[in-house]
């Protein structure tokens, strides 16, 4: 059958992009990412990152909200996505700036409707967290007339692989025949966090002789897994009461609670005296510490988010089809404070602090229609997205609380052909400026540009349909 063909295919894609995913590295995140567990990912799928972040009090049939699980029950149709990102920007501090930029997978999934559009689940990968930084100083010491420079340099990350379940329940019937329910939504995730993190310090004494260099490694993996709850309530507030009416406003209110997590953690460290010839080879000479497999515990906090959004559908007299217009809102918190570690003994991250975000955002979509025979542009039938948010993030560094701000713009466009929308797959798109930190007290400013790209397929008519039994085998 064409079903089981399709599965093995499915399969294969999504092995080879978390093959992809585990090998490639960020190499040059920020300087930041060298506090706790790294940069920490939102979470954002491309039609949530051009909405300001915003997802966990908005119902789209058509894309996996990852940022809410109760919204699955709302899918209308299988769907598969996958999405990029890349950053550029420029990194200041009193003195001095230096430009950074990367670009990576960042993250797929597969979400299905189940039960007559009363349930839906949906599986993928998605990072947590990033390490990628390399700094350093030189300390020069007049009683020795040397100069000894000090380098440090972190690489690795965390990520989360996701299964996520949902269904809706009446809370109170229509009594007309548009099907316009109050409905509530319960959804659960099972999360599988794991990844490594790698730290490398050195000490060096270039030009001076008698004296070694020192090096010391550590490098330790984490793994375990995490439950998440949510909730959705999907309301009217006004109603269509005939065909002709095409002017009605839903609200929709919903929360999430993801439980902190103690990882399961395995450590190994190496440290050594080398020198290093003039070609820059390094020559070990005697080892001063080394031990492996050495167990212990990372304990991450748990955090709440709330949302909520209005959709208002209208369609102007001279309009063929309905218009949407939506506004949302979320905000975000958790404790990164009390993180702690448990290896050889207890230890905090006195760096780390409550993070407290909001996010807000609009869309508009000029046809709401799903699958039409007219002939139509791409623009005319695309979802619109602007967002903004603003907030303390986790890092507290010196006590002094790191903000920061973004603006985005979002875009999904249908896949047409022959200028007839056949299909619901689209090309999604998002691009954010975003500023954080201050040049004050020492510490340093960062402004990116961040760019998501991302494609959302749904197999689901004739013309891209995957799941499809043949008649005969």
Partial sequence: MRFSS???????????????????????????????????????????????????????????NPLNPAGLSFLSQ????????????TITSATESVDRNLARLNHFAVGFPMDKGRMGAALGL?????????????????????????EYIG??????????????????????????????????????????????????????????????????????????FSTLVRHYLDKKVSEEDSRFTIFNIGATYDLGTALNGNRSQEAYSYVENASGFESARDSINVFSDQKGKLNLPATIAIGASVDFYFRPSEAKSSHKFSVAADYRMADWGSTTEVFDAERGFPDLGKLAMLHTGISYQPDVSLNTSRRVSSFSMATYRL?????????????????????????????????INRTNSQLDLGVEYSSRGSTDNGLLEENFWRVMVGFSFHPYTRFDRWFQRRKYD
């Fill in 6 to 64: 399709t599965i093995t295919n499915v399969l294969f894609i999504l092995s080879a992009l978390v093959s992809s995913a585990l090998i490639a590295q960020d190499t040059n995140v920020s300087p930041y990412s060298r506090f706790g567990i790294g940069d920490l990912d939102p979470g954002n799928f491309v039609s949530n990152f051009g909405m300001g972040g915003t997802g966990v009090g908005i119902v789209d049939p058509l894309h996996v």
């Fill in 78 to 89: 299988p769907t598969f996505e996958v999405g990029l990102k890349g950053e550029w920007g």
């Fill in 126 to 150: 998605a990072p947590l967290s990033t390490i990628g930084y390399t700094s350093f100083s030189n300390t020069y010491i007049p009683e020795l007339d040397i100069t000894q420079r000090s």
């Fill in 155 to 228: 690489s690795g990350g965390l990520n989360r692989i996701f299964l996520n379940i949902a269904r809706n329940f009446t809370l109170a019937a229509d009594t007309s025949k548009y099907n316009q329910n109050t409905r509530l939504a319960l959804g659960g995730g099972l999360n599988f966090e794991f990844g490594s993190l790698s730290t490398e310090r050195n000490s060096i004494f270039p030009n001076s002789n008698g004296f070694v260099n020192t090096k010391i490694k550590d490098a330790t993996t984490f793994s375990d897994v995490n439950f998440q």
């Fill in 387 to 419: 967002g903004y948010r603003t907030g303390n993030t986790h890092l507290a560094i010196d006590n002094q609380v790191l903000t920061e701000t973004g603006m985005s713009f979002g875009l999904s466009l249908p896949v047409l052909a022959g200028g």
